[in-house]
């Protein structure tokens, strides 16, 4: 499943056609010709470009309207039928199904938690950018398969990222390092550690004065006592961490403002007014996922609320968190000291003075959260993003406490890095130490900075000159090739650790699995230098804590650490810093003036939304996840709004060289409305060589243009045209549901005075107005509301479906084709007149599972039918690919298997399947189910018990992961059900409810809550 299928198992494919050069100003003078609400999909629709009105003529291109015989060498759909009949013939003279031949051997002893069919569920952690996120990990007879949010934890609350959703992906990588190798070689990890220590003697007498160990950025407790122990054993060794998408511009911004290193983290729950000057604080971040339930709980409009909290949103690309804005502004990336020293002006901050550069929408968007702010003044936050320059983070702090912000919604605390200094300079340092022959021994453990380090350090030809230089990593990556010595890293759900979240809570990392490949942690790695005997992780990490806790309650502490995810009690205190306002004030002016004029092309670099900063490049789910906002699978892009692409001559897919710096890079165009003009983004994490079968060659790398103190902003690029073109495979157009009311929008004052505005906009034709007989629950009647309210569009939704129910990688080939198998999907609609400053609304769609299915009738093998608790039910062995289900769904929702999708050469990769689920084959359709096994799992327990399933108790995998709880799943029947209640709701409606289909998925239409003093974006 991590593998697309491979170019030499497909049958021979034609090449997908070309896509027609995009008329910009054709869709400019559409939009501004418009009258009223907007709502489209993209500018290719705009423009009505031809591949678009293929698109519409052909209701499903390129695979329902016709049988392409290219694709498969001859098998036409008749010899398809054929033999299809001839196999359920042929079924009738055998009784059973004849399995191979395997050698198998039982339990001895069947352990005593273990219920063959039943999951078991463990409590752990992962890291993002260094900070622990708490998950539930779930466990099939010794297998992991599906990682959900620990509810426990302050940092996930039970929500999941995508990322961490498919880092199971991720355990059973066939490409992982499958053992320690020297120049290539199988090696043993005791050999790796007798030549470890045979270098380390000479440096017993140097005091370690050649011995650097560089690492990722570290809250594990554990791992910074044995660095702590080893500093002191070789008190001139050094210790450095470097993160390519790291917090280095936060770190600079608390020094700037404070003096000292403070760590600063947000109370959403208690803010009535956010502004977010470049952050993307809901959908990224390592604690993104409180932020987004927190924030998003504030903007519940259940129970007749009628009040919503504000954000404004000022940023040079659209993210996830800008789409839910009250206020979105488009604004240069290099001009945000402008805005923070606008707003401090406008809000009284001595010593901040109004700019002249920003132009009047800017200023009158800046001039109205300035009001709001202070209007809620203790109960707002000002919100830097990681990205932006330290002097914005400094200016943050100081409003914030200007504000009394600070203390409330705004909390400061120790760092929680245990090396928390700067950790670009850090590394150049290393590099130059190494070039000067200073460096003996070198340990990476974990990361690869021969691939993300600024081009100019070249620090794989500096590892050269090093004598004793090892590798741990997951992948033999681009650093490893470097390295003499690779030691295969332990995935997280394979080994023991600890890590602390953002707050400071500390979090026990515990494994569900033996190493699959013989992998070390980094406290393994590190046990072999300080002790005589090496430790095994559990060992070290259970040490730790024990001697931490009071010896009487040490074991019971321990033991509900294991169960709960988290150590009681290790948050870190609220600190009380003060700002210092005039240096403050001083180094934002002369930040704000060195901004580039207008006109001048920048680049913005950032990490990608999927495969991050490149280290998740080789996992097939998140490479062919469509990404927020531009829809882009398998590659990257140079983003560019629509009026700088019409400036530029350009349009999408021009391949174009980016300039900067002296270096080059050649980049397909995207143009993506809402992008800020004269801003060029790229993201990061792609162009590897070394990331294994799935991610190498995607895309291009862009820490080519990324010199180093110029981490996320590079001024004076380039672009020049090649000629050439390359496609891309983004779902922006796929699966259209054309000209109708799809998503539903108003301002929270229309709300207050018309609460049913939605189901206005719709025409609901009476129940009795159909041909169909209806159906009788008696028992149970599962549906699910969806609230466009909450919904960020941030894909963890798509990726918990994709993992929980076994839904194959298909490539990007197949993506051209509008082959891609997501059960959901999240479209996405602009709405307004202007492409360079739209509205973005998000809207997730999966099965509608609907009373009067279109799908039922037309199956002439019932494979999909009605079940008696009112789920669409697809039944597979019955299913012989006619494909007239998917024509006759108005939805798009329903996913046919072209190819042998599933069938992945790999072993390893069957361990990741969920047992409850079928793995379906080619020729058979497929789609959304609610998660019935979910279903059957709790009406089993419940018939146990002898009671009914309970209001709650099931969750389907997109309710489950939903940072923003977005979606509610139920038993309408239950008068008391949330869901019984949502579907209630005066803001609910359903999807193209004048076919009369009636769904039992319901939408929560959207409202949006802009001042009274701003014309609504």
């Known amino acids: 499943m991590s593998f697309p299928p491979l170019a030499a198992e497909r049958p021979e494919e034609s090449p997908a056609p070309a896509t027609p050069p995009l008329d910009l100003a054709e869709a400019r003078r559409r939009l501004e010709e418009a009258r009223g609400p907007r709502f489209w999909r993209g500018l290719e629709e705009l423009a009505e470009d031809r591949r678009f009105r293929e698109l519409i003529a052909r209701e499903f291109p390129r695979h329902a309207s016709e049988w392409d015989e290219s694709l498969d060498q001859g098998f036409s759909r008749r010899r398809f039928l054929e033999l299809g009949l001839a196999s359920l013939s042929l079924a009738g003279l055998t009784a059973c199904t004849r399995q191979p031949l395997e050698r198998i051997v039982p339990y001895v002893k069947q352990p005593e938690e273990v219920l063959p069919g039943v999951p078991s569920f463990y409590a752990t952690a992962t890291t993002h950018q260094g900070f622990a996120v708490g998950l539930l990990a779930e466990s099939h007879e010794g297998r992991p398969t599906k990682l959900e949010g620990n509810p426990d934890h302050p940092a996930s609350l039970g929500a999941a ?102 760590e600063t983290r947000y109370d959403l729950s208690a803010a009535d007014v956010v502004v977010s000057l470049d952050a993307d604080f809901l959908a990224s971040g390592p604690f993104s996922l409180r932020y987004a339930r927190d924030f998003m709980r504030r903007r519940r409009l259940e129970k007749g609320a009628k009040e919503m909290n504000r954000l404004y949103v000022l940023e040079a690309s659209p993210s996830p968190t800008g789409t839910v804005a009250d206020h979105r502004v488009p604004v240069r990336a290099s001009a945000l000291p402008s805005v923070a020293l606008a707003l401090g002006a406008e809000l009284g901050v001595p ?37 932006a320059p330290p002097e914005v983070h400094a200016a943050a702090h100081t409003i914030n406490a200007a504000l009394g912000n600070t203390g409330r919604t705004v909390i400061h605390t120790d760092p929680v890095e245990a090396s928390p200094g700067p950790q670009g300079p850090a590394l150049a340092e290393l590099v130059e130490e190494i070039r000067q022959k200073k460096v003996d021994v070198l340990l990476i453990l974990g990361g690869n900075p021969v691939y993300d380090a600024p081009p100019e350090l070249k620090v794989g030809e500096a590892l050269l000159s090093v004598p004793f230089r090892a590798h741990l990593g997951l992948h033999a990556d681009e650093t490893a090739e470097y390295c003499p010595w690779h030691v295969p890293m332990a995935h997280f759900l394979e080994t023991w650790g600890d890590a602390r979240a953002l707050d400071g809570t500390a979090s026990i990392v515990q494994p569900l699995v033996e190493p699959l490949y013989d992998g070390k942690s980094a406290q393994e790695v590190l046990s072999a230098l300080l002790d005589e005997t090496p430790r095994k992780g559990y060992d070290l990490v259970r040490d730790r804590w024990k001697g931490a806790l009071p010896p009487a309650e040490a074991e019971a502490a321990w033991r509900k650490a294991l169960h709960d995810g988290v150590v009681a009690g290790t948050a870190l205190p609220a600190r009380d810093v003060r700002a210092d306002g005039a240096a403050v004030a001083a180094a934002l002016a002369t930040a704000a003036a060195r901004a580039p004029k207008p006109g001048t092309l920048e680049l913005a670099l950032r990490p990608d939304p999927s495969v991050f ?241 279109p799908c039922e009738v037309v199956c002439p093998v019932t494979a999909t039918a009605h079940s008696a608790e009112g789920l669409n039910d697809m039944v597979y062995n019955r299913c012989v690919g006619t494909r007239y289900c998917s024509n006759n769904c108005p939805y798009k929702v329903r996913r046919f298997n072209f190819l042998e999708y599933n069938g992945s050469p790999e072993p390893v990769l069957k361990m990741l399947r969920n047992p409850d689920v079928t793995v379906r084959s080619r020729g058979v359709m497929e789609k959304c189910t609610l998660c019935v096994q979910r279903i059957n799992r709790a009406r089993i327990a419940a018939e146990r018990e002898g009671r009914a399933v309970r209001d709650g108790e099931i969750r389907t995998a997109c309710q489950q992961t939903c940072p923003a709880e977005a979606i509610v799943f139920g038993n309408v029947n239950d008068p008391a059900a949330r869901v019984t209640a949502l579907k209630a709701d005066p803001r609910t409606y359903w999807l193209l409810d004048e076919l009369n289909t009636r769904p039992r998925i319901s939408y929560q239409a959207k409202v949006k809550n802009p001042s009274p003093d701003v014309e609504a974006v």
């Not at 790796?192 to 005091?207: I, P, T």
């Open 351 to 387: 010593g901040f003075t109004r700019p002249a550069a920003l132009d009047a929408k800017l200023a009158g968007a800046v001039a109205a959260a300035a009001r709001d702010l202070k209007a809620a003044a203790g109960r707002g936050a000002v919100i830097p993003g990681d990205t």
């Open 161 to 262: 990222t995508a990322l961490a959703q498919a880092s199971v992906l991720t355990l059973y990588d066939p490409d992982r390092s499958q053992g320690p190798t020297k120049l290539g070689d199988a090696e043993t990890w005791g050999r790796f550690v007798e030549e470890l220590r045979g270098a380390m003697k000479a440096q017993k007498a140097l005091e370690g004065a050649g011995l650097r160990v560089l690492t990722e950025t570290v809250t594990s407790p554990t791992l910074a006592a044995q660095m702590k122990a080893l500093l002191e054993a070789y008190p001139k060794a050094k210790w450095v961490a470097w993160e390519p998408a790291g917090r280095d511009a936060a770190r600079a911004g608390a020094l700037l403002a404070f003096g000292e290193a403070v």
């Open 613 to 853: 900063d490149g280290r998740f490049a080789n996992n097939g789910w998140l490479q062919e996840l469509p990404r927020p906002l531009s829809k882009l699978t398998w590659d990257n892009a140079a983003v560019l709004s629509p009026r700088t692409a019409e400036r530029l001559g350009v349009t999408n897919e021009d391949v174009v060289t980016v300039g900067a710096g002296g270096r080059k890079l050649d980049l397909p165009v995207l143009v993506q409305p809402g992008q800020a003009e004269d801003v060029l983004t790229v993201h990061l994490g792609y162009g590897r060589t070394r990331a294994g079968r799935v991610g190498n060659g995607v895309g291009a790398s862009a820490y080519a243009l990324r010199p180093s103190g110029q981490t996320w902003l590079v001024p004076g690029v380039t672009v020049e045209r090649t000629g050439r073109r390359h496609r891309l495979a983004h779902t922006q157009q796929h699966f259209r549901m054309e000209g109708r009311e799809i998503v539903r929008v108003a301002r929270l004052e229309r709300y207050q005075k018309e609460p049913d505005f939605a189901k206005k906009l719709g025409d609901l034709p009476p129940k009795e107005a159909s041909l169909y007989p209806g159906f009788e629950y008696k028992l149970n009647a599962w549906g699910l509301s969806v609230d466009l309210n909450a919904c960020i569009g941030c894909n963890a939704c798509v990726v918990a479906c994709q993992s929980e129910n076994n839904i194959p990688v298909v490539g990007p080939e197949q993506v051209f084709r509008n082959r891609e198998m997501h059960w959901v999907r999240i479209d996405q609609y602009y709405e307004g007149t202007d492409p360079d400053d739209p509205e973005i609304h998000h809207q997730p769609v999966m099965c509608q599972h609907c009373e009067n299915a």
